[in-house]
């Protein structure tokens, strides 16, 4: 399909293994953003990329979390450790080049630590 | 009516009736405002965008006004349906130097319920 695509769906980890989450954005799309929800809640600015320039990691909740985005398409955001404060709902949105555009989001990667 | 609880707060509406929800953004360098619906179990979908010379724009039954001296978004539905049950979330953003997408920051939410 055409839209932003998120894998796995759903992952159930134990506490302190480490996991990887996956976005796929829509193709040409220059600015790739990912967001953490919990249960109930607005989302939590975790962490954008823009073309070609070093990425905004501001919202990074700790150390543990790391993310990268390779060939400016696929992104994969890492949680070291993994905490059972972390199970929320991982949201990856992508826009498209220049001004005043949407972002369009993926279905989400909902994460469980047990 | 309008209720703040422990997390999103909640608009209940009956169905038919027109539905406001307002947002209070932080940024008033922020230069392009969208509103998003999110449905239970779904990820976020553009409602209707407004850009910072604007004031108010129309879509399908929806409105949004920006008021920028005191940095609110509100946004209007207009005979509500039980189909717009969702959380909406307002976003706002601005350009980086050179022109490319900046940062994409969303409000708090609301949960609009409507009553059939």
């Known amino acids: 399909g055409a839209g932003v695509s998120q894998s796995p769906s759903n992952k159930v980890t134990e506490k302190g293994k480490d996991v990887e989450l996956r976005c796929d954005p829509i193709?040409?799309?220059?600015?790739l953003y990912w967001y953490r929800q919990s249960l109930g809640q607005g989302l939590e600015f975790l962490i954008y990329f823009q073309g070609n320039s070093a990425p905004d990691k501001s919202g990074l909740p700790s150390d543990r979390f790391s993310a990268e985005r390779t060939g400016g398409s696929v992104s994969t955001l890492t949680i070291q450790r993994t905490q059972q404060e972390d199970s929320a709902v991982y949201l990856c949105?992508?826009?498209?080049?220049?001004?005043?555009?949407?972002?369009?989001f993926g279905q989400g990667t909902r994460l469980t630590v047990v | 009516g309008e209720s703040v609880g422990l997390h999103l707060p909640t608009l209940s509406v009956q169905e038919g009736d027109n539905s406001i929800i307002n947002c209070a953004y932080s940024n008033s360098a922020s230069d392009y405002f969208i509103w998003y619906k999110q449905e239970s179990g779904k990820g976020p979908q553009f409602i209707i965008d407004?850009?910072?010379?604007?004031d108010k724009r129309q879509g399908q039954r929806v409105t949004v006004l920006l008021n920028k001296t005191v940095k609110h978004l509100s946004l209007q539905i207009a005979a509500t349906q039980p189909g717009d049950s969702a959380v909406y979330f307002c976003a706002e953003s601005t350009m980086n130097y050179g022109g490319s997408q900046g940062n994409l920051i969303f409000g708090k939410g609301t949960k609009l319920s409507v009553k059939p």
């Open positions: 407004i850009r910072s010379n604007m």
């Open positions: 949105a992508s826009r498209a080049g220049g001004r005043d555009t949407e972002a369009f």
């Open positions: 193709s040409g799309h220059t600015a």
